[in-house]
């Protein structure tokens, strides 16, 4: 292999971007994708390109290979068991997943094969989720004496308390159908048309306003958090100033006149 081959076999995450759509590809294939902390760093960086990159609509997260990802690198863990690592290490992974959050753009999980641990994690901080009818899911820690902290915050965040509990504290997998009727993910598809799934999704959001999108979801997360009462308070403000912007005229005079919407950059 050449230079630029040994270094794109190397990179840990891959960008692809085409349509409005950029796809990071998680890169370790033979250790089906375990997120180490190179992966970690590389994920940053690229979340950071993409945010301000304002011909970017949608990020697709994808796994090469038979699988999305098993987790953390367990080699990576047990070759450095102190503490001070572990702390970081886990850190640095929560942020990560709250960059995801903090994306101007909606973050869709194409998963196929296992999604566990970290992994199952990674999926829960995605704003969307398809996944292939045979992928399987699971918070498996707790079958080697950990318990799974950080991938229980999203985890527990999309599905319901029971359903999370049982995940976490049986570290049984659960099957893509599950998965969706726990709400885990939005939709299940056979393996062939994973993709063409990926893209329609990500077309349908590609063609909204993107500065509606990216503020919508902002607010979508901070009412999340919230108290009805407060969520409501945060609620109007945020309709009544997109109501008399530049996308919401344009998009009501468009309905009016029937006529497809011109939405600008």
């Given amino acids: 292999m050449n230079a ?46 993409v945010a301000g990159d304002r ?44 960059t995801i959050q903090r994306l101007p753009q909606p973050v869709i999980a194409r998963v196929h094969g296992i999604a566990t641990a970290a992994g199952c994690q990674l999926v829960a901080a995605c704003d969307l989720a398809v996944a292939s009818d045979e992928a399987r899911f699971a918070t498996s820690g707790i079958n080697f004496g950990l318990f799974c902290a950080t991938p229980a915050v999203p985890v527990s965040r999309n599905i319901a308390a029971k359903r999370a509990f049982e995940m976490l504290f049986t570290g049984e997998f ?12 939005n939709r299940v598809v056979p393996a062939a048309d994973l993709d063409r799934a990926v893209d329609a999704l990500a077309a349908a959001i590609v063609e909204k306003p993107p500065d509606v999108i990216a503020a919508g979801k902002a607010f979508f997360y901070r009412q999340l958090g919230a108290s009805v009462e407060t969520a409501y308070a945060l609620a109007s403000p945020h309709i009544a100033a997109n109501l008399v912007g530049e996308a919401a005229q344009e998009g009501l005079g468009a309905f009016v006149a029937k006529r497809k919407p011109r939405w600008e950059d």
């Avoid at 990020?59 to 001070?84: C, Q, T, W, Y």
């Avoid at 659960?174 to 993910?185: E, K, S």
């Fill in 4 to 49: 630029r081959t040994d270094a794109i076999a190397e990179a840990r995450v891959l960008r692809a971007d085409a349509g409005g759509v950029a796809t990071l590809t998680l890169n370790r294939p033979a250790q089906f994708n375990a997120i180490d902390s190179a992966m970690l760093d590389a994920l940053r960086a690229a979340f950071d390109a």
């Fill in 55 to 98: 011909s970017v609509r949608v990020v697709v997260i994808a796994g090469a290979g038979r699988a999305f990802s098993p987790g953390h690198d367990l080699k990576e863990m047990l070759a450095n068991p102190g503490e001070a690592f572990a702390g970081d290490l886990f850190e640095r992974c929560s942020d990560v997943m709250m």
């Fill in 174 to 185: 659960i099957d893509a159908p599950t998965a969706m009727a726990w709400g885990l993910v």
